[in-house]
């Protein structure tokens, strides 16, 4: 069966390299399913989860990313994104009260963040795409 490489980068590190069979992550415009022979695209990202499969269609990892860029192409697919943190490490009761803090306050960054929490939470709680 064919797979695409795929590279998840954040600032900081290569978070993830390997050959993989499907690749769901959070476009701008709606969620993209990267499999091998996609097409060229390059998209931005919302918050959101990238969902990572082997061959067989059993989930591999899940990861959260704030925002960021995709290069898709039919061989490879790299994820650029601004800060990347693994959904199961992910704890639902610190980003609850990190939602209350930031509602609280005003201004656009604590529009922004409020907005990635949010979507932490949604991650958290969300179970479509476990298998596909």
Do not use: W
């Amino acid at each position: 069966m064919a797979t695409i490489s795929f590279d998840l980068v954040s600032p900081e590190n290569l978070v993830f390299n390997d050959e993989v069979g499907t690749i769901i992550v959070p476009g701008k415009d709606g969620d993209l399913g990267i499999l091998p022979g996609h097409s060229k695209v390059m998209s931005s990202l919302r918050p959101g989860r990238v969902m990572v499969y082997n061959e067989d269609k059993s989930l591999i990892k899940s990861f959260f990313v704030s925002g960021g860029f995709a290069e898709i192409n039919p061989e490879k697919c790299i994820v650029l994104a601004e800060s990347v943190v693994e959904v199961n490490s992910l704890e639902k009761t610190s980003i609850e009260k990190e939602i209350q803090e930031l509602e609280n306050k005003e201004g656009k960054e604590t529009e922004e963040q409020l907005s990635v929490a949010k979507a932490k939470l949604e991650a958290i709680n969300v179970n479509y795409y476990d298998k596909i």
